[in-house]
Each structure stands twice: as structure tokens, then as C-alpha cells.
């Protein structure tokens, strides 16, 4: 089965890069799109990178999306992170048998 | 503007049944593949179900395979989720998310608010 993983949490300060990994096991990452979904606690998961490294209208472009065939992983890289990013992060894109597969999310706190 | 309204959630007994809803609006549902995807308390995201724009497919997670099953109605604007079997570890907030197309490309691109479902003795 297709399978994406994430680290449980990463931090970095305020202004700093951060990148958030999402390695694809059981079956190729550029296979198919991956997606990134930010939730903040308490609401609704909002999208901030669709089809590897599309931005949806209102994302900065602070927010970028890449994948890396090599490694079988996709990546989130935030530049100039600021408090309000803090929250958690999922990868998401599907798999050959037409099944959605999310990450285990990775908390993001901006120390 | 999009609209995706659930309903149906509570508190059910083990191997009870429920059914979701979720109202569409502000755009042409059957333009859409429709999915659910839930989230135990405390949790990660999951994927549940999906349904095509025209109703022809529909595909499942393992977990819910065989107990759930997803629906729409285009003449109502509405797509269902039957639970059937139910079990403590379907315990979550199921919510309906908008596929960004009609033969899905898995890219949820809008979320309605969730509704809690607790299986409980």
C-alpha cells in the first residue's frame, strides 16, 4: 500500500526556513499530485499547495511545493515563517487503487 | 461562494448505522467528485470515500470498506455517507470536501465545517 510519512513536528524561529519533508513509500511519489493542507487548531483544513507546487489564490509565495523523484518525497518549504504559520501540516495525494492517502501531519510551531 | 453544509453526525451505539449528508451550493455540484475524509480527536487526517460527478465510481478506504457507503444526488445538490457496522475507531469528525474536478484528481479544494460522530456504548 501507498503510504506518505512525515516527521511528528519541526520548529524554527520566526523569519528562518523551514521545510517540511513527505516521503512516499510502497509506490511512486510522482505517480500522481501531492497536495499540502494547513490546519490550524480548532479548523478546517485549508490547502496551501495543490498539484506538487501550485499556490491556490491568497497563499503567499512564501509557500512553495517540490518533489524529488530520487527520494520518493515531496516537500513543503516555508521562507519567512511567521507566528501564524504555526500549525499542523498534511501531505496528501492518492494511490494506484483510486484511495486518497494523507500523511500523519507534522506540527509546525514557530518558537 | 462554495458552500459544503453536513449534517447527521452523534452519538451512536456500536454496530448501529448513521448517515451523513452534506448540502452543496455556490457552485455546479455535478462538475465535482465529492469525497469524505474524516479525523479521530486528536488526530491525523484520513481519507473515507470518494464518489464521482456522475455517480459511475466510487472507492473506498480499507477501514470503511464494506460498512460505508457514499452517494449523491445531483438533483439536490447533495452527496451521503451510510455507516453501517459502526465501530468505536470511527470515531471522528467526518467531513465532505470538494474534489477540484469531476473525475477526481484527489485535490480537495473546498471543506465544509465537519460533523462528530462518537460510536459509543
Known amino acids: 500500500n501507498f503510504m506518505l510519512t512525515q516527521p511528528h513536528s519541526v520548529s524554527e524561529s520566526p523569519g528562518k526556513t523551514v521545510i517540511i519533508p513527505c516521503t512516499g513509500s510502497?509506490?511512486?511519489?510522482?505517480?500522481?499530485?501531492v497536495q499540502w493542507y494547513r490546519q490550524r487548531p480548532g479548523s478546517v483544513p485549508t490547502t496551501v499547495i495543490y498539484?506538487?507546487?501550485?499556490?491556490p489564490s491568497g497563499v503567499p509565495d512564501r509557500f512553495s511545493g517540490s518533489i524529488d523523484s530520487s527520494s520518493n518525497s515531496a516537500s513543503l518549504t516555508i521562507s519567512g515563517l511567521e507566528p501564524e504559520d504555526e500549525a499542523d501540516y498534511y501531505c496528501q495525494s492518492y494511490d494506484n487503487d483510486n484511495r486518497g492517502v494523507f500523511g500523519g501531519g507534522t506540527k509546525l510551531t514557530v518558537l | 461562494q462554495v458552500q459544503l453544509v453536513e449534517s447527521g453526525g452523534g452519538v451512536v451505539q456500536p454496530e448501529r448505522s448513521l448517515r451523513l449528508s452534506c448540502a452543496a451550493s455556490g457552485f455546479t455540484f455535478n462538475n465535482h467528485g465529492m469525497h469524505w475524509v474524516r479525523q479521530a480527536p486528536g488526530k491525523g487526517l484520513e481519507w473515507v470515500a470518494v464518489v464521482w460527478y456522475d455517480s459511475r465510481n466510487t472507492y473506498y478506504s480499507d477501514s470503511v470498506k464494506g460498512r460505508f457507503t457514499i452517494s449523491r444526488d445531483n438533483s439536490r445538490n447533495t452527496v451521503h455517507l451510510q455507516m453501517n457496522s459502526l465501530r468505536p475507531e470511527d470515531t471522528a469528525v467526518y467531513y465532505c470536501?470538494?474534489?477540484?474536478?469531476?473525475?477526481?484528481?484527489?485535490?480537495?479544494?473546498?471543506w465544509g465545517q465537519g460533523t462528530l460522530v462518537t460510536v459509543h456504548s
Open positions: 470536501a470538494r474534489d477540484h474536478k469531476g473525475w477526481p484528481t484527489y485535490y480537495f479544494d473546498n
Open positions: 498539484e506538487d507546487q501550485k499556490r
Open positions: 510502497g509506490g511512486s511519489i510522482a505517480s500522481s499530485y
